[in-house]
Nanobody, 111 residues
């Protein structure tokens, strides 16, 4: 399993970014997918998940600002992030199923 996250970067408070995770080596359409993040000094936390049927969940801190989506044909999962604030600064990781992790992509939000 390979999961490649991209799309991170430096953005000003209030700005937007869209993260992309491309999967290979798995039958993508049968995997629930998730985005997690880890800020410096903090534990990794769940941001959003999307099931094989398209059901989405979000942590309270990002509800109304972030949107998770998936494209099974392209084996990609996306995280659209709007109205970013400095508390969103973290390394963002995608996860396939229960225990397949990709390398993260850094998101930095400046105030």
């Amino acid at each position: 399993v390979q999961l490649q996250a991209s799309g991170g970067g430096l953005v000003h408070e209030g700005g937007s970014l869209t993260l992309t995770c491309k999967a290979s080596g798995i039958n993508f359409k049968i995997y629930d997918m998730g985005w997690y993040r880890q800020a410096p000094g903090n534990e990794r936390e769940l941001v959003a998940t999307i099931t094989v049927s398209g059901t989405k969940t979000y942590t309270d801190a990002v509800k109304g600002r972030f949107t998770i989506s998936r494209d099974n044909a392209r084996r990609k999962v996306y995280l659209e992030m709007n109205n970013l604030n400095p508390e969103d600064t973290a390394v963002y990781y995608c996860k396939a199923g229960l225990d397949s992790w990709g390398k993260g992509t850094l998101v930095t939000v400046s105030s």
